[in-house]
């Protein structure tokens, strides 16, 4: 006898059904690479990934061309974004070319690229070969001791990057604003019928104002650029007509959207203009590390810290609140 309950016809068609994405789905937030180059200064790799290639900042590993390894992918716009780690680091120690010897310390030539590093005692000599211990990036540490076998060749130099990054701009401009009066506790107190109304972005305090904080928040627009790095980032700002001048301080915040309460600016640097005469409009450039926090959705918005009273536009004033981007991004 077949059971047609109700509780047994559903189990029966959950297991016919597929659950959970399919075997095509790529849903998974770490991806396997390989390595092309390794920039050590900049801490960065560049992977072949997915049918191209691009440069990622890196945690530190012993990447060896060609080499696979992990790559994580941002969970909200499947971008990737760092790399975790190689699967197939490099050898701890490596054969150098001893190039110099003066007392305890040695030059090689390690991968074409020449190092001075202390050695353990032992009788090295110029032209021949030593072992080299690498650290967690493979550059030269220490010289391990003199060897008898001949070098590798140096590690072809990889192809260019043929194109798998291209220089883009971008000009941003704020998904909401106002001005949050400190000393009230409440947003939209200070000069809301006037100028570019509640959307202004006031600092300071004067003519009775109370302490006053502007924001302008931009969600999730810089962050979905997909860049790989923010070159230059400008933003431009018109003062309201309003008689007075004042120099625009601004801080990141991890607020992209107005906050309930007052705004708060997160550890992030801050940055200011020139005097900006009343009606005129200012400019200030993004420092690296703010650039960085846009990028990586860490900061979201802007918050208006400076001391000396002064008013700007915000959304109901085009061009103001304006971040003008020059960044790259995978071709």
Known sequence: MIDVSPLNLLGSLERMVPQGPGRDDDTALVSTGS????????????????????WLPAVAGRYVPAAPVRVLFDATSARPVL????????APA??????????????????????????????????????ILLDDWGLPVIALGPATVPAPPPVEAPPSAGGSTVTATASIGPQSSGTYCVS????????????GGASDIYQ??????????????????????????IDEAILTARKTADGNSAVLTVQGTAAGSRPQGEPSAGPFEAAASGSIGSGGTGQIALPSGLREAFR??????????????????????????VLNIRYTRPA
Do not use: H, M
Not at 83 to 90: C, F, H, K, T, Y
Not at 188 to 194: G, K, L
Not at 216 to 224: E, L, P, R, T
């Open 35 to 54: 390595v092309i180059d390794r920039d050590v200064d900049g801490r960065r790799v560049r992977v072949a990934l997915r049918g191209g290639d691009v």
């Open 184 to 195: 009230a506790g409440r947003w939209d107190q200070w000069n809301t019928d006037r100028y």
């Open 94 to 131: 490596t054969l150098g070319t001893v190039a110099a010897v003066n007392g305890t310390r040695v030059t090689v030539t390690v991968d074409g690229k020449t190092s001075t590093v202390p050695s353990v005692a032992g009788t090295y000599t110029v032209g021949q070969t030593a072992w």
């Open 204 to 229: 300071g305090s004067a003519y009775g104002s109370g302490q006053l904080r502007g924001f302008a928040g931009y969600g999730d627009q810089i962050a979905n650029l997909g860049a790989v790095s």
């Open 83 to 90: 790399v975790l780690g190689s699967i197939e680091p490099g």
């Open 296 to 321: 990586t959705g860490a900061a979201r918005g802007l918050v208006a810290v400076g001391s000396q009273y002064g008013g700007f536009g915000g959304t109901a004033t085009p061009g103001s609140f």
